[in-house]
């Protein structure tokens, strides 16, 4: 019947409330964590945009790394106390923050708005290039938050970012 039953708790359903029990997770999470199990990529059967080209993507990547470039001087220069405790306590000085393009993702929604309304972005090439996320209720939002930003450069264009949580502990 392709259900599932729990004699402990008497919890009971389909695959995907299954997926939800196990993992605490709510509908739409669980349903990409189960469609990406199977080798389904879920964005792709309701994206509406344009495949992006690479030449986009790698736009998107370098106007994000720039983007938190900036983020990081304003903040460090209005002389943030968390985020230059976290340069301080890991030996980073500024040449290499400046050498490296180290940027900073602030918990607002600024980078959605700067991608897609300022720059210009499809929604689809946001989220090609894994800077921008979908939620459940379908609204873009910033895959990094409060992190600090490290891109990973290539022939000097930024293929990849990652970041670092600053988050007190």
């Known amino acids: 019947t392709n259900t599932f039953y729990c004699f402990g708790c008497s919890a ?3 695959v995907i409330k299954f997926v939800q029990k196990q ?3 709510e509908f739409m999470p669980a349903l990409i964590k189960l469609a990406r199990m ?3 990529d879920i964005f792709s059967l309701i994206k509406d945009g344009p495949d992006p080209s690479p030449q986009r993507l790698h736009e998107v990547l370098e106007l994000s790394a720039g983007f938190y470039c900036q983020t990081l001087k304003d903040r460090l220069e209005s002389h943030d106390p968390i985020l230059e405790a976290f340069f301080h306590d890991r030996g980073i000085v500024k040449e ?3 050498r490296f393009r180290i940027g900073f993702a602030p918990s607002n929604d600024e980078l959605v708005a700067y991608l897609l309304e300022t720059r210009g972005f499809h929604p689809d ?3 090609a290039a894994r800077i921008i996320e979908r939620d459940v209720s379908g609204d873009l939002y910033p895959f990094f938050r409060n992190r600090v930003i490290f891109p990973f450069m ?3 264009t930024t293929i990849y970012v990652t970041g670092r949580s600053i988050n007190q502990k």
Request: cysteine-free.
């Open 125 to 127: 090439e946001v989220l």
């Open 38 to 40: 199977v080798g389904i």
């Open 23 to 25: 993992e605490n997770l």
């Open 96 to 98: 290499s923050v400046a």
């Open 12 to 14: 009971h359903g389909d």
């Open 154 to 156: 290539k022939d000097g």
